[in-house]
């Protein structure tokens, strides 16, 4: 998800690294328009550990070829096949609609994984913002596996080995976003879209239902994978002047959910753009579209490499 509400002077730019062509393009997983992936696989003998990313764009636009150049590389390098998959909007169909079609492009690649030269077994999630939101909400949820049913694809298993995001909403209920991360980020319209609501609903009990049903905290057990949290805005409070929405990447997401997960013995690394360049930054020193750190996208391949090569030992 994301904000365009506040701007501050624009920083220099490094060039956009170009991906490497996919092994295979616009794969579709399901029948909606949306339900494509694009699939990269890494080189190596045997089947090979995967990850599927999901798309940013508050659920509202973003694409699959958005996945980051960077990342990709990094992921590939370390001998890991990647997947990028669209989902639909909240404008086709709201919540649950994007997580179960995460969890559809999940046992798509299960069910023709061989055909690929991917370990059905060693799988991971991977995505920024409200494809973030998916992945954790997947690794996190009960599977979504129905074994009886006669779609085989359904029969599949959508059980992550790890999850590695950037900007995760670790809930998505907006009275909980304005208590722990303050600020007008709340009033961000993709609270409303995203479910689907008329606004007299937002404050109602089956509302509330959904709320809970839709953040990945609420599914938080012993069972959780190994999680991978990156954060790229500043930590500390908003500005007096925010407008609604700044703010919905903020670090505190990340520091609501790592207790649960240590409480739990997850393993959990949450990282913050700071960690990386030795600095301290402040909303007052705030600039959009700062690029990534490169050491970032490097940590977490190795995460992802280190979780999937001991689930398939």
């Known amino acids: 998800m994301s904000s365009d509400a506040w701007r501050g002077p624009e920083p220099a730019t490094r060039p956009v690294e170009q991906n490497p062509e996919p092994y295979a393009r616009g794969i579709r997983y399901g029948p909606h328009p949306r339900h494509v992936l694009d699939l990269w696989q890494a080189e190596g003998s045997g089947l090979r550990p995967w990850v599927v990313f999901f798309h940013g764009g508050g659920f509202r636009k973003g694409d699959k070829a958005s996945i980051e150049a960077p990342l990709l590389k990094c992921c590939l390098e370390a001998g890991l096949s990647v997947a990028s998959a669209n989902y639909r909007f909240s404008e086709h169909a709201p919540f649950p609609a994007p997580m179960l079609d995460g969890g559809r492009a999940v046992q798509f690649l299960r069910e023709h994984a061989r055909a690929w030269n991917l370990d059905p077994l060693r799988a991971a999630g991977a995505g920024a913002s409200a494809g973030a939101d998916i992945a954790l909400w997947l690794a996190y949820h009960a599977d979504l596996a129905q074994p009886d049913s006669t779609d085989p694809i359904a029969r599949q298993s959508t059980r992550l080995a790890c999850v590695a995001v950037m900007g995760a909403q670790s809930t998505l209920d907006w009275r909980e976003v304005k208590r722990v991360v303050g600020g007008r980020v709340h009033e961000e319209r993709v609270f409303r879209e995203f479910y689907g609501l008329a606004h007299d609903e937002i404050d109602q009990p089956h509302a509330h239902r959904a709320y809970a049903e839709a953040s990945a905290l609420t599914h938080v057990t012993p069972a959780a994978p190994p999680t991978y949290l990156y954060y790229g805005e500043p930590d500390g ?77």
């Open 237 to 313: 409070d908003l500005p007096s002047d925010a407008e609604p929405g700044v703010g919905i990447h903020h670090p505190r997401f990340g520091a609501l959910l790592k207790p649960r997960l240590d409480a739990l013995s997850v393993p959990c690394v949450l990282r913050h753009r700071d960690d990386f360049t030795g600095e301290t930054s402040t909303w007052a020193r705030r600039r959009v579209n700062l690029p990534k750190p490169d050491a970032l996208y490097v940590e977490m391949a190795a995460f992802l490499g280190k979780y999937l090569k001991a689930s398939g030992a």
